[in-house]
């Protein structure tokens, strides 16, 4: 029963913030490595961040969103966060949370992100 769910996607102005949210249940998070990416209009699906839980310091982010957005954990309530800065009207789109766990990926159903003026 393997479960990741994201939220807190909105409408925001460019320049504005976002915390997206992943909560993950069947596994723990500490032993696995989480992910955020994104699906935006046009374009490939692309790895925007990623953690290796535990393990300080392994937080590691795509070029497109590096200095912007940070990728943190909460263990004891199993979920994954991406707070996103400054975000600008290329960042529209679907962001999904993944995780590598045992040897598989799995992943959430996405949460929309719209930076319009």
């Known amino acids: 029963q393997i479960k990741l769910m994201e939220s807190g996607g909105a409408l925001v102005h460019p320049g504005g913030s976002l915390n997206l949210s992943c909560v993950a249940s069947?596994?723990?998070?500490?032993?696995?490595?989480m992910r955020w990416y994104r699906e935006v209009p046009g374009k490939q699906r692309e790895k925007i961040a990623g953690?290796?839980?535990?393990?300080?310091?392994?937080?590691h982010y795509a070029d497109s969103v590096k200095g912007r957005f940070a990728i943190s954990e909460d263990y004891a309530a199993n979920t994954v966060y991406l707070q996103m800065n400054n975000l600008q009207p290329e960042d529209t789109g679907v962001y999904y949370c993944?995780?590598?766990?045992?040897?598989?990926?799995?992943w959430g159903n996405g949460t929309p992100v719209t930076v319009s003026s």
């Open positions: 953690v290796i839980a535990t393990y300080s310091g392994s937080e």
């Open positions: 069947g596994f723990p998070t500490t032993n696995a490595i």
């Open positions: 993944n995780a590598g766990y045992s040897g598989d990926e799995y």
